[in-house]
């Protein structure tokens, strides 16, 4: 197989898989993973693709890339309705207690789910989001608190000092959090510090953490973390998380539901 084919097959899986490994390919297409760690530096340097430890990423996927709350509303429809509904089993019929919604959209989609259900009584609800809130406002019989702070335009979230600190003095029974990567390393990670931090009190606040994460944010690292595998409770995705993944999330005790 000549380079060029090899590198046009190389693209093909990224674009079908998300991400690449070099051991991986090397196996599949019958080369040495010094061939292909050439063939990436070449495709890299054409823009094709980012270079990660141990494999490649789309361009586009870089450490402080994120998406605004629109565009990603805008994608991943039935995926986020799938781990919504799936995310939406860790409230029991019945539930008695608090309840809080990290920004994003597919917290969004889980509090919307939700929604009939919070109406009933006798659960507290509380976000940071400016979205979700209102959403929930216009739903009958919610008990909504709002926390607020500096609203970051990309997500539509409160955010700095103020915000952290109203967090760190709740204790929710249920968190539903949002990343935009998790690895076996590097944990759950987003791209702004601010945002970083807001997550990173809502963790330590609830009893129960329940993550929701589309399957293209499995694998991913961006560039600030805000929790390890062991500080979640649940993850609810769309698709088995790889061997290494599967494995870091077995050790930490974390719970993987399917959508």
């Known amino acids: 197989m000549y380079a060029t084919e090899r590198q046009q097959l190389i693209e093909r899986m990224l674009r079908d898989s998300g991400r690449v490994s070099v051991i991986d390919l090397a196996q599949r ?37 994120e998406p605004t709350l629109a565009e990603r509303l805008s994608v991943h429809g039935p995926a986020k309705d799938a781990i ?23 917290t969004a989609a889980v509090a919307e789910m939700l929604a009939a259900r919070l109406r009933v009584g006798g659960v507290e ?31 539509a979230a409160a955010v700095g000092a103020g915000a ?13 959090v949002g990343t935009n990567g998790v690895s076996a390393d590097f944990g759950l990670s987003t ?11 809502i963790v330590a606040a609830a009893r129960r953490v329940v993550v929701v994460a589309a399957a ?13 595998l062991d ?24 719970e993987v539901w399917l959508a």
């Open 125 to 155: 609800v509380v976000t940071h989001s400016i979205a979700i809130a209102a959403d929930l406002a216009a739903t009958p019989g919610v008990a909504l608190t709002v926390v607020g702070g500096r609203v970051r335009g990309v997500t």
């Open 29 to 65: 297409l019958e080369v040495t993973t010094e061939t292909i760690r050439r063939d990436l530096g070449v495709l890299e340097t054409s823009g094709l693709l980012r270079r990660v430890h141990g494999g490649a990423v789309p361009a586009d996927r870089a450490s402080t890339v």
């Open 164 to 176: 952290v600190r109203t967090i760190e003095m709740l204790r929710p029974d249920i968190a539903f």
């Open 191 to 201: 791209p702004d510090p601010d945002e970083a931090a807001v997550k990173r009190a």
């Open 231 to 254: 500080d979640i409770d649940v993850l609810v995705t769309d698709a088995q998380p790889d061997a290494d993944l599967a494995s870091a999330l077995d050790d930490a005790g974390v």
């Open 84 to 106: 919504a509904r799936r995310a939406a089993e860790a409230v029991p019929a019945g539930f008695r207690g608090s309840v809080f919604f990290d920004a994003g959209s597919t």
């Open 216 to 228: 293209d944010k499995l694998g991913d690292d961006l560039l600030v973390s805000f929790a390890g």
